[in-house]
Nanobody, 129 residues
Framework: QVQLVESGGGLVQAGGSLRLSCAAS????????MGWFRQAPGKEREFVAS????????YYADSVKGRFTISRDNAKNTGYLQMNSLKPEDTAVYYC??????????????????????WGQGTHVTVSS
């Protein structure tokens, strides 16, 4: 059974940084693309970033490009999202997900294949102004 556990969320001032982690178990992590998504209060869940099996392909939402960095350590079965220069509009619950697909496909997974993939329970990020 696939299990994903996010951690690293919290309260931070605007301009600050956080590093989220996603610990995976119950799967061969290195054979899955991984993505980060977020859902702000009152809004739909949206794509943030995705990374391919061996980190060769990486994609970002325009809203986080240049500020966030996705990475993974397959030896540790863990993925990461380094978030710098945080803004109040980054406030959301952040979820990691894995799927046997491409990193590019994960960019549109929510609209093209809703309900697909395996998801964590999320970690809260609050950015104060």
């Amino acid at each position: 059974q696939v299990q994903l556990v996010e951690s690293g969320g919290g309260l931070v001032q605007a301009g600050g940084s956080l590093r989220l982690s996603c610990a995976a178990s119950g799967l061969t992590f290195s054979t899955y693309a991984m993505g980060w998504f977020r859902q702000a209060p009152g809004k739909e869940r949206e794509f943030v970033a995705s990374i391919s099996w061996l980190s060769a392909n990486i994609y970002y939402a325009d809203s986080v490009k240049g500020r966030f960095t996705i990475s993974r350590d397959n030896a540790k079965n863990t993925g990461y999202l380094q978030m710098n220069s945080l803004k109040p509009e980054d406030t959301a619950v952040y979820y990691c997900a894995v799927d046997r697909t491409t990193a590019q496909a994960m960019t549109r997974m929510l609209s093209a294949r809703p309900g697909s993939g395996s998801w964590g329970q999320g970690t809260h990020v609050t950015v104060s102004s």
